[in-house]
Nanobody
């Protein structure tokens, strides 16, 4: 069982930065692939970034590649999403998720989800 709690969301101006954190409970956190997703009102939940258990592999969607960076600290049971050069279209609820097997770019690969944190980017 893994419980996830996101934090770090808020209101930021276009061009600004935020760092999201996802704190995980559970002794097996280090064995899970982790991902970040977001969902805007009326839209589907979209994959943003994923990282393998060892941090050896990372994956990004084209929409955030070069602007967002995913990382993790297994000693702290935490995964991060550094978001730079934010745009108004990045406004959404951001979710972290844990996958027991590998890293997935689709939501169905993830077994555990956080409650989400709101990110609002003003123009």
């Amino acid at each position: 069982q893994v419980q996830l709690v996101e934090s770090g969301g808020g209101l930021v101006q276009a061009g600004g930065s935020l760092r999201l954190s996802c704190a995980a409970s559970g002794r097996t956190f280090s064995s899970y692939g982790m991902g970040w997703f977001r969902q805007a009102p009326g839209k589907e939940r979209d994959f943003l970034a994923g990282i393998s258990w060892s941090s050896g592999s990372t994956y990004y969607s084209d929409s955030v590649k070069g602007r967002f960076t995913i990382s993790r600290d297994n000693a702290k049971n935490t995964v991060y999403l550094q978001m730079n050069s934010l745009k108004p279209e990045d406004t959404a609820v951001y979710y972290c998720a844990a996958a027991p097997f590998g890293v997935w770019t689709k939501s169905y690969g993830y077994q555990y989800w956080g409650q989400g944190t709101q990110v609002t980017v003003s123009s």
